[in-house]
């Protein structure tokens, strides 16, 4: 599956990357693990796609363009290789689609747990990175896609009661186990969004931490943030579905004067974004001019 040139083979100990003259490497790294963030259950061909695409996330989330990945993968015991093959799979159906080689890695035995991580380079102009800390007073807030989906699926997967039709459930499982990185989104944002971050741990947390970056708080309206029609059919209050976690949406600011060029980098990247608030000064998070009573998940 390594069939990058730089990749050479796996016949030597490293891989050999020519990098673009002149562009800024932007590195990022995420492990997935066993019972924390799949289920022993979880069709591997998906924790594959998902291992992959919350990296790609965070290339997004920097307005860079991939160029490669790294696997580390750790198969706990009674994995075999039909498994690990369908992992691979899974993990390279999701590279495949977002243009970005597998360069190389390792395998090992990790014990009773699965345990995998991955290493994705990427690339971009000098000083054009985004960041969580560039906003200011007065700009609006906005996010792609749609939230609180992936978290009812992690509800589904965990066998609990959701009230959504089968056909609802199925939709926000595949939510849950295949995100999609915005890696189009994020190379129309830049020069144009003056923050930006994915959504992994809830969008209210996500958000705080935005506004904690950029040293301003944050105040969200309801009514703004974009819901599914299965997501809004479970009847789960949408301050709840904003404290879920694993949409890796987009969330980013832009001055409140480029609304029009952010509605045509959106259209641009084939991807719905919804204004849902704005940054002004302070340190706080209001919903609907309140404190939520849960942000998000908290790493410990």
């Known amino acids: ?7 050479r083979g796996l016949a030597d100990d490293a891989a050999v ?47 860079a363009r991939p ?48 345990v995998l991580s991955l290493t994705a380079l990427g690339q971009l102009p000098p000083g054009s990175a985004l960041s969580r800390s560039g906003a200011a007073g007065g700009d609006d807030l906005w996010v792609s896609g749609t939230i609180g ?16 039709d089968p056909s609802g459930k199925a939709a926000l499982l595949k939510r849950y186990r295949r995100p999609v990185p ?38 969200l309206e ?18 709840d579905l904003a404290a879920m976690g694993d949409d890796y949406e987009l969330l980013f600011a832009a001055p409140a004067s480029a609304r029009a060029d952010v509605a045509a980098a959106a259209a641009a990247a084939r991807t719905p974004v919804s204004r849902i608030g704005a940054l002004c000064p302070g340190a706080d998070l209001l919903l609907d001019g309140a404190r939520p009573a849960r942000l998000g998940y908290q790493h410990r």
């Open 149 to 164: 989906d992936a978290g009812l699926g992690l509800r589904v997967a965990q066998g609990l009661s959701v009230a959504a």
């Open 67 to 114: 160029v490669g990945v790294l696997m580390g993968a750790g198969i706990g015991d009674g994995r075999g290789a039909d498994w690990a093959g369908a992992l691979l799979k899974g993990l390279m159906q999701c590279l495949d689609a977002h243009g970005t080689p597998l360069l190389g890695g390792d395998t090992i035995r990790s014990g009773p747990a699965s």
């Open 1 to 7: 599956m390594a069939r990058h040139p730089a990749a």
């Open 17 to 63: 990357l020519g990098w673009p003259l002149g562009q800024d490497l932007v590195a990022t790294h995420d492990m997935l693990a066993e019972g924390v963030h799949f289920t022993p259950d979880c069709p591997p061909a998906d924790i594959g796609w998902k291992l992959a695409a919350v990296n790609l996330s965070d290339l997004a989330a920097m307005g």
């Open 222 to 239: 309801s009514s703004a943030i974009p819901l599914s029609d299965a997501a809004r059919g479970t009847g789960v209050p949408v301050n």
């Open 182 to 219: 915005r890696l189009a989104l994020g190379l129309a944002l830049r020069g144009l969004a003056s923050a930006a971050m994915d959504v992994s741990d809830g969008l209210l947390i996500d958000a705080a931490r935005l506004g904690a970056a950029s040293g301003l708080a944050v105040r």
